[in-house]
C-alpha cells in the first residue's frame, strides 16, 4: 500500500467549552495532488504542505481534525501509541485537551496530556478529534499512513428513539468523492436535522437543515470531519457496504 501524507494546520480560539457540547476521502491511486482546506486541515497527496498556525498569545485555540490514514506505524516509529496521548505527542508542544465525542453517552471523552490525566482513548481510522492548543503550539504536523481499504471506514450511527435529534461525528471516507456538498451528505445518511462544520479561524459552525433547506449548504471533502444531529429511523451504519 503506497504511503501518503497529511498535514494538520491552522487552528481557532477556543470560546469555551460549552461549545464543545452544544451543537455545535476516494481511493488516492495517483500521484496528483488533490488539497482540500477547511477544518484547519490541508490534505496533499503525494506532496507536503505547510501552513502558519492561527495563535494569538496567550489565547486557546480549538481545531476539529479527522485521521482519513492508518498512521499507527507512524506513531510506533514515534515512540508512542495510537492513541490520545499519542496524538498530542505527534502533534507536539501545547497540545491542552484531546476529545472525541462519545454519541452513545453523548458527551465527550477528554485527554490532558500535559498532566497526564483523563481517559487516554484509542484512536481509529477516519475518527474526528478535537484538539485544544495554546500559543506554543507548532505550525505543522504531518500524519503518514496507508489509505484504507475502500470500505472499511465506517460509522456506528447512535439515533434517538424519540423525538429529537443526536449529535454525532463522522468524517467522508476517501473513497466517497461522490458526496460534495452538505445536503448530499444528508441524503446519504439519512434522516439527518442538521449538519454541521466546524471553522476553526471563525471558531463558529456552519450549519445546514435539509429538512427545512435552509441555512448554509457548505461544500464537503472527502476526509474532513463533521457532525450530524440524527432523526430516529434511517441507517445505523454508514457508508453502507
Not at 506505524?73 to 501509541?81: L, M, V
Request: contains cysteine; neutral net charge.
Amino acid at each position: 500500500m503506497k504511503r501518503f501524507l497529511t498535514t494538520l494546520v491552522t487552528f481557532g480560539l477556543l470560546i469555551g467549552l460549552g461549545v464543545l457540547a452544544a451543537l455545535a476521502r476516494p481511493q488516492a491511486s495517483s500521484r496528483a495532488d488533490i488539497s482540500a482546506i477547511g477544518h484547519g486541515t490541508i490534505l496533499s497527496i503525494g506532496t507536503q504542505s505547510a501552513s502558519p498556525v492561527i495563535a494569538p498569545a496567550a489565547t486557546n485555540k480549538l481545531n476539529v481534525i479527522a485521521m482519513p490514514l492508518n498512521a499507527a506505524q507512524q506513531f510506533t516509529a514515534a515512540g508512542k501509541n495510537f492513541d490520545a496521548d499519542g496524538l498530542a505527542s505527534i502533534v507536539g508542544a501545547g497540545v491542552q485537551q484531546v476529545l472525541t465525542w462519545n454519541a452513545g453517552s453523548s458527551g465527550y471523552r477528554a485527554w490532558y496530556p500535559q498532566d497526564g490525566e483523563g481517559d487516554n482513548f484509542g484512536l481509529v481510522v477516519g475518527g474526528v478529534y478535537r484538539l485544544v492548543v495554546d500559543s506554543t503550539a507548532p505550525s505543522v504536523v504531518s500524519f503518514v499512513g496507508d489509505v484504507p481499504a475502500q470500505g472499511s471506514v465506517q460509522f456506528s450511527l447512535v439515533r434517538p428513539t424519540g423525538a429529537g435529534c443526536k449529535i454525532n461525528d463522522i468524517s467522508i471516507p476517501l473513497n466517497r468523492s461522490d458526496i460534495s456538498t452538505a445536503d448530499q451528505l444528508a441524503i446519504s445518511v439519512g434522516n439527518v436535522s442538521q449538519v454541521l462544520e466546524w471553522n476553526a479561524a471563525t471558531q463558529s459552525y456552519k450549519a445546514w437543515y435539509p429538512q427545512d433547506g435552509e441555512g448554509d449548504n457548505f461544500a464537503t471533502k472527502i476526509s474532513f470531519p463533521y457532525r450530524l444531529c440524527l432523526l430516529s429511523g434511517g441507517l445505523t451504519t454508514w457508508p453502507t457496504p
